[in-house]
């Protein structure tokens, strides 16, 4: 068993993950893993959890968060799914 570094439960059916810097964290739940390894929307602060927007190396939950806070190129950002082509 391993104790979950986020929440302190002792869980049989713990994880590990791994980070490409060599870090290892043991979570008991994507919550915990969620909670403590995902990356934060520069707009509105909310857990990126997917693949989110990057616009020059600031991290956004989405295009509309990106546009919202790039005043700049923000009028070039684009959601890739569900967008309508016309």
């Not at 068993?1 to 059916?13: K, Q, R, S």
């Not at 043991?26 to 990356?39: G, K």
């Not at 997917?50 to 959601?79: L, M, N, W």
Request: charged share 20%.
């Amino acid at each position: 068993m391993a104790i979950c570094e986020v929440c302190g439960n002792d869980y049989w059916l713990a994880f590990e993950i791994r980070t490409i810097s060599g870090d290892t964290h043991v979570f008991d739940s994507f919550e915990c893993a969620i909670h403590r390894l995902a990356p934060v929307c520069e707009h509105c602060q909310c857990k990126i959890v997917g693949h989110g927007v990057e616009v020059s190396g600031r991290f956004y939950c989405c295009a509309h968060c990106a546009r919202s806070a790039d005043t700049e190129h923000g009028f070039k950002i684009q959601d890739a799914v569900g967008v309508h082509p016309g």
